[in-house]
C-alpha cells in the first residue's frame, strides 16, 4: 500500500515474482525485456479499470446483445528511451489505443532537462493520457513531459511505472495533483548520483545492453 494519494502501488504477488527478476543483477538484456513488457500489461490493465465505455449492438451465434466499447481510447506516450520497453505491452492491452513518444533527458552540465524528440497522436485535445517510463526517481523528466503535454491541452494523465522514488512521486504529486502514479513498487530513495534503491539499476541500458 502506499501513504501518497497521487500513487497506487500494485500489491501482486504476479508482478511482485517478475519484479524480483528485473532486479537480479543476472537477468539478461532479453529476459529483462519480456519481463518489462509483460509488467506493462498487467500495470496497464489495473490502470485501465476506469476506462469509459458505451454500449452497442452486437449479434452473438445465438442472439443479439448488448456489448461495451472503450469509448474514446487514450493515448500512450512513451517517456523514451525506457519507456519504450513499455509500450508494446500496454498496446498489447489496448490495441486501438494510439502512441506518442517523448524524447527528454536530464542534461547534468546545464542542470536542467533537454527534449530532443516529440511526436504525439493527432488532435489530443482532452484526450486521456497514459504516460509510460519504467523508472521515477527524481521526477524531473516526467514533469518535463508532463508540461509539454499539457500545451496542446490532453485530457487526464496517468503515469505507468515499474518502480518509484519518493522523491519522484512528491514532485510529480506537488506540481501536478491530478495526475495519478501506477506502479508496481515504490522504493526506498535515491543515491548520490540519482539511481534508485534497491531499483533496477539503469533500465534504457538493462533493456537495450547498453552501458
Known amino acids: 500500500m502506499s501513504t501518497y494519494d497521487n500513487l497506487t502501488v500494485l500489491d501482486h504477488p504476479i508482478l511482485a515474482h517478475k519484479l524480483g527478476h528485473l532486479r537480479d543483477a543476472s537477468t539478461t538484456t532479453q529476459q529483462f ?3 518489462v513488457r509483460e509488467m506493462a500489461q498487467l500495470i496497464t490493465y489495473e490502470a485501465g479499470r476506469d476506462l469509459e465505455t458505451i454500449g452497442v449492438d452486437i449479434e452473438t451465434p445465438l442472439t443479439t446483445t448488448t456489448a461495451k466499447r472503450i469509448d474514446d481510447p487514450p493515448m500512450v506516450i512513451s517517456v523514451m528511451r525506457a519507456g519504450n520497453g513499455m509500450l508494446d505491452g500496454a498496446l498489447n492491452v489496448l490495441p486501438f489505443a494510439s502512441a506518442g513518444h517523448i524524447g527528454i533527458y536530464r542534461d547534468t552540465f546545464i542542470g536542467n532537462t533537454v527534449e530532443y524528440y516529440f511526436k504525439i497522436p493527432d488532435e489530443p485535445a482532452r484526450r486521456r493520457v497514459l504516460l509510460i517510463d519504467p523508472l521515477v526517481a527524481t521526477g524531473n523528466t516526467i514533469l518535463a513531459a508532463i508540461d509539454r503535454l499539457r500545451q496542446y491541452r490532453v485530457g487526464r494523465i496517468d503515469l505507468l511505472a515499474i518502480v518509484v522514488a519518493p522523491d519522484g512521486v512528491e514532485r510529480i504529486g ?4 491530478d495526475v495519478h502514479i501506477w506502479a508496481a513498487a515504490l522504493d526506498e530513495g535515491l543515491t548520490d548520483a540519482g539511481y534508485i534503491l534497491p531499483g533496477l ?3 534504457g541500458d538493462r533493456l537495450y545492453g547498453t552501458q
Open 201 to 203: 539499476g539503469d533500465s
Open 33 to 35: 525485456r519480456q519481463i
Open 174 to 177: 506537488h506540481f501536478h495533483p
